[in-house]
């Protein structure tokens, strides 16, 4: 049975940083491709950044390129990711996905999904 579970997320104050981590059991870890997405309140889920199984790609979205970075280790079957300068629109839920192979934006393609953590950044 597939689990993911989040960890890392809290209060912190604008210009401030986390780091979220999410433990993979159940897979051939680095069969799988990563992603994190968020979902603020009222809004839906989007894309934030993603993470093929070999590490040697990854895509960050627009709004976070630059402050978060996506990584993985898989000795150890856990993704991160860190955020920098974090902002008050950064709060949401973070969720981490899996996918066997290909890493990809679309939601709706990630087949494993974990339980979110709530990351709020204060003004």
């Known amino acids: 049975q597939v689990q993911l579970v989040e960890s890392g997320g809290g209060l912190v104050q604008a210009g401030g940083s986390l780091r979220l981590s999410c433990v993979a059991s159940g897979v051939i870890f680095s069969n799988y491709a990563m992603g994190w997405f968020r979902q603020a309140p009222g809004k839906e889920r989007e894309f934030v950044a993603t993470?093929?199984?070999?590490?040697?790609?990854?895509i960050h979205s627009n709004s976070v390129k630059g402050r978060f970075t996506i990584s993985r280790d898989n000795a150890n079957n856990t993704a991160y990711l860190q955020m920098n300068s974090l902002k008050p629109e950064d709060t949401a839920v973070y969720y981490c996905?899996?996918?066997?192979?290909?890493?990809?934006?679309?939601?709706?393609?990630?087949?494993?999904w974990g339980q979110g953590t709530q990351v709020t950044v204060s003004s």
């Open positions: 996905a899996a996918k066997e192979r290909t890493l990809t934006q679309k939601e709706n393609e990630y087949n494993y």
């Open positions: 993470i093929s199984g070999d590490t040697w790609s990854t």
